[in-house]
C-alpha cells in the first residue's frame, strides 16, 4: 500500500510554517485544518500553510513536499487511530467513532495521491473557491536510473 510522507529538500519550511513537520513522517492534505476559515481570515505563516502545506501526522507540522513511500497496513492502521486522537483533542470531534470515520476518509484521500510511482514528489497549491477549499496537485516523478 502506498501512502504520503513528509520530506524536506530544503531549509525553507523552518522558516514558512509555524510548525514544522519533521522528515519522513506520514502526511495527509491538512485542508480540514482550513475548513472553518474565511479567506480573509488566513495571515503570515497560516496562509502559507493553507496554500502549500501537508499536515505530518507524528508531530502535526506542515511540510510543502510529501514522497510517495510504501506503508505497512500496521502503520496506516497508526496513522488513522493518531489522526482519530487529534481530531477529538483539537477539533472538538464528537467521538472517538465519529472521530475515527473522518481520519479514514483523511487517510483514503491521501492514500489516492500516490497512485503514483514510488518517489514521486507531490506539491499542493490550495484556495478557496466557489464551493470550498480546491486543492491542486503538482508532481515530479523519479527519474529512471541511466
Known amino acids: 500500500m502506498r501512502?504520503?510522507?513528509?520530506?524536506?529538500?530544503?531549509?525553507?519550511?523552518?522558516?514558512?510554517?509555524?510548525?514544522?513537520?519533521?522528515?519522513?513522517?506520514?502526511?495527509?492534505?491538512?485542508?480540514?485544518?482550513?475548513?472553518?476559515?474565511?479567506?480573509?481570515?488566513?495571515?503570515?505563516?497560516?496562509?502559507?500553510?493553507?496554500?502549500?502545506?501537508?499536515?505530518?501526522?507524528?508531530?502535526?507540522?506542515?511540510?510543502?513536499?510529501?514522497?510517495?513511500?510504501?506503508?505497512s497496513a500496521a502503520e496506516y492502521e497508526t496513522v488513522i487511530e493518531t489522526l482519530a486522537h487529534h481530531f477529538v483533542d483539537h477539533f472538538d470531534a464528537p467521538d472517538h467513532a465519529s472521530a475515527r470515520t473522518f481520519a479514514e476518509e483523511e487517510c483514503k484521500f491521501a492514500q489516492g495521491l500516490c497512485d503514483r510511482p514510488l518517489g514521486t514528489l507531490i506539491a499542493v497549491d490550495r484556495s478557496f473557491g466557489p464551493q470550498g477549499i480546491v486543492e491542486r496537485i503538482r508532481t515530479v516523478e523519479p527519474q529512471p536510473d541511466k
Not at 503570515?44 to 510543502?64: E, M, V
Open 3 to 71: 501512502f504520503p510522507r513528509t520530506i524536506r529538500l530544503d531549509a525553507s519550511d523552518i522558516a514558512t510554517f509555524a510548525a514544522v513537520a519533521e522528515p519522513g513522517e506520514w502526511a495527509v492534505s491538512g485542508a480540514f485544518a482550513f475548513s472553518d476559515r474565511e479567506p480573509g481570515m488566513l495571515i503570515g505563516k497560516d496562509l502559507h500553510a493553507f496554500r502549500t502545506g501537508f499536515l505530518g501526522i507524528a508531530s502535526f507540522g506542515w511540510s510543502s513536499l510529501i514522497a510517495v513511500s510504501d506503508i
